[in-house]
């Protein structure tokens, strides 16, 4: 009783649903942060310093640090998404209004299914982590970027152009993904690159990996039907 | 895949009644998933399963007065709607 009190009772776990005065720092971007970041979703590859520098209670403000997550960039690519959906449909005369409602209703239960899942996985890992709920909407959003260039790619170069897009953009997810979320999710030391042994970190490194990997298998099941 | 707002609160709906319907006696001690059974000390790491375990009976304690109003409703629109 006392167990099952205090889990439900500890802060970390209730309150991480939705604090929506916290929102309007997830808004807070500006051209510079969005160009680096969208260049980041795409090559990942250079960035040396994962590390959010951290500040007091309200998150880090996107504007001044580059690893802040944001909501900015996730909902506008959803809605690109969408159009650029709307447009690949009507070029292949496939395109009528209920379509478009259908797209945007599946891509967005899918998003709200993969943060559930998240969450859920992360409360039976017991991570102390300070990942809120709109932060993983915000990871989760991010993939829409990917998905809107190997459409785009599709629609100019046909199916070729959409795979070797789609591919290297999955690859940068994945990459970009395991980064970050591995300096939220894993103990201090084991995310200096230190080999910490036990099964925990081993657990929260599974964790991390199975949350990336299924960003590609998202990213084409929502793109491929889109692309003839 | 046509998904709609709907059949999603619908799969929820279904799922938290799978948990529900669980019975403690019946069921979960038989398969060692009881919580008097696993309850161990105030130890550092509680491990997968008896976070679940909490989590089972969690949500059957919480959820059976809200399901029962829930189901209702649904039943009700079901009905009236197709």
Request: aromatic content about 12%; hydrophobic content about 55%.
């Amino acid at each position: 009783m006392m167990r099952v009190g205090g889990a439900i009772g500890a802060g970390n776990h209730i309150d991480r649903f939705i604090p929506v005065s916290k929102l309007k720092y997830y808004f807070a971007v500006d051209t510079i942060y969005v160009g680096k970041k969208l260049g980041l979703l795409i090559f990942p590859y250079m960035h040396q310093n994962w590390e959010v520098r951290y500040q007091q209670d309200s998150p880090v403000a996107p504007r001044v640090e580059v690893n802040a997550p944001d909501l900015y960039i996730p909902a506008m690519a959803f809605i690109t998404y969408l159009l650029v959906a709307g447009f690949a449909l009507g070029t292949q005369s496939r395109f009528s209004p209920e379509v478009l409602g259908m797209q945007a209703s599946s891509a967005l239960i899918w998003l709200i299914i993969e943060v559930l899942a998240i969450l859920l996985s992360l409360y039976l890992v017991t991570v102390n982590t300070d990942l809120t709920t709109i932060d993983l909407i915000a990871f989760a959003g991010y993939k829409y970027v990917g998905m809107i260039t190997g459409v785009v790619a599709g629609l100019i170069f046909g199916r070729t152009g959409y795979y070797i897009a789609l591919g290297w953009c999955c690859i940068s997810i994945v990459v970009f993904m395991i980064r970050t979320l591995r300096l939220k999710i894993l103990s201090e030391a084991a995310a200096e690159g230190v080999l910490v042994r036990g099964t925990r970190n081993q657990l929260r490194m599974y964790l991390t990996m199975a949350i990336a990997a299924v960003q590609p298998i998202f990213m084409y099941w929502l793109t491929f039907h889109l692309v003839r | 895949m046509a998904f709609t707002l709907y059949s999603l609160l619908q799969a929820a709906l279904l799922c938290v009644n799978a948990v529900a319907v669980l019975h403690e006696e019946r069921f979960l001690n038989k398969i060692g998933w009881g919580t008097d059974q696993s309850i161990g000390g105030f130890g550092e790491e509680p491990g997968i399963k008896s976070q679940l375990v909490n989590l089972i009976r969690s949500v059957r304690m919480v959820m059976r007065l809200p399901l029962i109003v829930l189901n209702s409703i649904t039943i009700v629109l079901l009905l009236l709607f197709g």
